[in-house]
């Protein structure tokens, strides 16, 4: 098995030239559905931060299976529990939010491999597997299985090399969110100092030879991070974008409407 994420990372013909992404804050399979027809690359279906269970998460995995949106799954915490029964449910590439340290790396990367390398549990009819349908899956599914690590805090930028060299970690996804609050500076992802740490991880990681990825909230912020170097980048989520162009329609309906009554309309 290959993992279609680690395929997506490889690729140099994307219209944006890299990976462009979102979340799907929105626990909708029908907005997921909709995100992927839009175009985009892949999405987090997040299970931190959203009233996501296991039973809607299969749901948003079919919605999207029929676009091109290739589905990173944020799980909870690193639960092995958790981790195994995402994966039974057909996540093949999942985001672990606030890694701190190598142990912790290693602790998500064997929950997601079956023995020898982890600790997966093994069931005979899953999703993951096809319901039984994929040859030998037991043996093959280490391989299509990507794992992804999420720094969130300066003192996890201080281990970065090592969560990076732990074997089996794919990728690295810095959270500008939490990092700028945990360097003090709340609500504010762009501040230079943040910015400049960020920028910083890129080089770190890319001399370990993997890949890292972030978000922003608007083009903008994209445009910033894609220039300090990061390999796949998401933009804002569903709700958020969904928001933004509500307040906006709303202040331009509005502005008409104080305007036309100025005019005597």
């Keep these: 098995m290959n993992n279609p994420f680690a395929d997506l990372l490889a690729r140099r013909d994307l219209p944006a030239g890299y990976p462009v992404g979102s979340f799907v804050?929105?626990?909708?399979?029908?907005?997921?559905?909709?995100?992927?027809?839009?175009?985009f690359d892949w999405a987090v279906i997040d299970m931190e931060h959203t009233p996501l269970d296991l039973?809607?998460?299969?749901?948003?995995?079919?919605?999207?299976?029929?676009?091109?949106?290739?589905?990173?799954?944020?799980?909870?915490?690193?639960?092995?529990?958790?981790?195994?029964?995402?994966?039974?449910?057909?996540?093949q590439t999942l985001l672990f939010p606030f890694v701190?340290?190598?142990?912790?790396?290693?602790?998500a990367v064997a929950a997601c491999k079956y023995p020898p390398?982890?600790?997966?549990?093994?069931?005979?009819?899953?999703?993951?597997?096809?319901?039984?349908?994929?040859?030998d899956y037991f043996k093959v599914a280490n391989?299509?299985?990507?794992?992804?690590?999420?720094?969130?805090?300066?003192?996890?930028?201080?281990?970065?090399?090592?969560?990076?060299q732990v074997e089996g970690v794919d990728s690295l996804f810095i959270g500008p969110g939490d990092l700028s609050g945990?360097?003090?500076?709340?609500?504010?992802?762009?501040?230079?100092?943040?910015?400049e740490v960020m920028a910083r991880s890129v080089q770190r990681c890319h001399a370990l030879g993997k890949p890292i990825g972030t978000v922003g909230g608007t083009p903008e912020a994209v445009a910033i991070y894609r220039k300090a170097g990061?390999?796949?980048?998401?933009?804002?989520?569903?709700?958020?974008?969904?928001?933004?162009?509500?307040?906006?329609?709303?202040?331009?309906?509005r502005a008409?409407?104080?305007?036309?009554?100025?005019q005597g309309y």
């Excluded at 804050?25 to 175009?39: D, K, N, R, T, Y």
């Excluded at 690590?149 to 090592?162: G, K, R, S």
Aim: net charge negative; proline share 3%.
């Design 100 to 107: 701190q340290n190598a142990d912790e790396a290693r602790r």
């Design 256 to 262: 008409m409407d104080i305007q036309n009554h100025a």
């Design 25 to 39: 804050m929105s626990a909708s399979p029908l907005v997921a559905e909709a995100m992927g027809c839009a175009g």
């Design 182 to 195: 945990a360097m003090g500076h709340v609500g504010d992802l762009l501040n230079p100092a943040v910015v």
């Design 230 to 253: 990061f390999d796949y980048i998401g933009v804002a989520s569903d709700l958020g974008l969904m928001m933004r162009t509500c307040a906006a329609t709303l202040s331009t309906i």
């Design 117 to 135: 390398v982890g600790v997966r549990g093994m069931a005979a009819m899953s999703r993951g597997s096809r319901f039984g349908t994929v040859k």
């Design 143 to 164: 391989a299509g299985v990507s794992v992804i690590v999420q720094i969130e805090t300066p003192q996890a930028m201080d281990q970065l090399e090592a969560i990076g």
């Design 55 to 91: 039973a809607d998460l299969v749901h948003m995995l079919q919605a999207v299976a029929g676009t091109r949106m290739l589905p990173v799954t944020r799980v909870p915490w690193n639960d092995t529990v958790m981790v195994k029964r995402v994966l039974d449910a057909g996540a």
